[in-house]
């Protein structure tokens, strides 16, 4: 038999289970520190709803412009960052830096905004910060590491014994 390397997680929510399965695949995810974010402006809608929960983790948050500009618009703090292609100091300075723990990076079909987020994106695998490149991963990673301090293990048994009650 060889291995694919798929991983599975099991838990008593999706976020749960998400996360298992991301801590078996060797993400490393943080437990505090600043999150970047830079998403595609049909996507801020759901951020919005990302960085409030980062923020009830204790996270910080920078984001570039526009992003900033939507977060700060709920009412929630965070700091306004330079795309690459505005100028220094940006998005990447920032991960070479050790100023970031997690990234958040969902980009529009345009050729400097994917040049953009390719320059992070590298940047973040040789730092080994993680990223999220779209929002549904986002989403169910933040809801998952939620989960971080408490996660139980459950055999796939009992998962459906549960489901038979």
Do not use: W
């Amino acid at each position: 038999m060889k291995s694919t390397g798929e991983v599975m997680g099991v838990g008593k929510t999706f976020g749960e289970a998400f996360i298992k399965s991301q801590l078996g695949a060797g993400v490393r995810l943080p437990r505090a520190g600043q999150v970047v974010l830079s998403v595609k402006q049909s996507d801020k809608p759901r951020m919005v709803e990302v960085a409030r929960a980062l923020l009830a983790m204790g996270f910080t948050l920078a984001a570039t412009k526009g992003t900033a500009a939507a977060i700060q618009a709920a009412g929630m703090p965070c700091k306004a960052v330079n795309k690459v292609a505005e100028g220094r100091p940006h998005i990447v300075d920032m991960i070479k830096n050790d100023e970031v723990v997690l990234v958040i990076n969902t980009v529009e079909e345009r050729r400097n905004a994917i040049a953009d987020s390719r320059q992070i994106r590298t940047s973040a695998l040789q730092a080994r910060v993680t990223t999220y490149t779209t929002m549904a991963g986002a989403e169910a990673a933040v809801d998952g590491m939620q989960y971080l301090d408490h996660l139980g293990v459950i055999s796939v048994q009992e998962m459906h014994a549960q489901l038979l009650a």
